[in-house]
C-alpha cells in the first residue's frame, strides 16, 4: 500500500514555471515507478513524465519534453516535476501516480495502481 499526496500546483502566467512535488508514503518498493499524469477538463488523463526509483530513468512525453523535469529523492521518498516554459494547454489537473509498468506501458494511467488525489495547474494572463 502507498499513499500519496501532491503539492504545489497553483496559477502561472504563460512562460513562467512551477514546481510540483508529491510525497509518497508506504512500501515505496512495491511500486517502482513513479509517474505524473494530468487531465485537462473534458479529456482523458496523459502521461506527463516518470521515473524508475531503481535507476533514476526518466521518460516524458513529447509535449513536455525539454521543458519539464521529473527528479526523485529516495531518502525523502519524494518525486518532483519541475514544469518551465508553461504553456495555456498545459493547464489540468495533475496527478501523481505509483505502479509497476513494464516499459510498454509505462504510458498508461491503467499501469498504475495508486494515485494521489491531484493538484490544479492553471496557465493564463
Known amino acids: 500500500q502507498m499513499h500519496l499526496e501532491e503539492s504545489g500546483g497553483g496559477l502561472v502566467q504563460p512562460g513562467g514555471s512551477l514546481s510540483l512535488s508529491c510525497a509518497a508514503s508506504?512500501?515505496?518498493?512495491?511500486?517502482?515507478?513513479m509517474a505524473w499524469f494530468r487531465q485537462a477538463p473534458g479529456e482523458e488523463r496523459q502521461f506527463v513524465s516518470a521515473?524508475?526509483?531503481?535507476?533514476?530513468?526518466?521518460y516524458y512525453a513529447d509535449s513536455v519534453k525539454g521543458r519539464f523535469t521529473i527528479r526523485r529523492d529516495s531518502a525523502k521518498n519524494t518525486v518532483s516535476l519541475q514544469m518551465n516554459s508553461l504553456r495555456p494547454e498545459d493547464t489540468a489537473v495533475y496527478y501523481c501516480?505509483?505502479?509497476?509498468?513494464?516499459?510498454?506501458?509505462?504510458?498508461?494511467?491503467?499501469?498504475?495502481?495508486?494515485w494521489g488525489r491531484g493538484t490544479q495547474v492553471t496557465v493564463s494572463l
Open positions: 521515473v524508475r526509483w531503481s535507476n533514476s530513468r526518466m
Open positions: 508506504g512500501d515505496a518498493s512495491s511500486s517502482p515507478t
Open positions: 501516480a505509483a505502479g509497476t509498468p513494464i516499459l510498454s506501458t509505462l504510458r498508461s494511467d491503467s499501469a498504475y495502481a495508486y
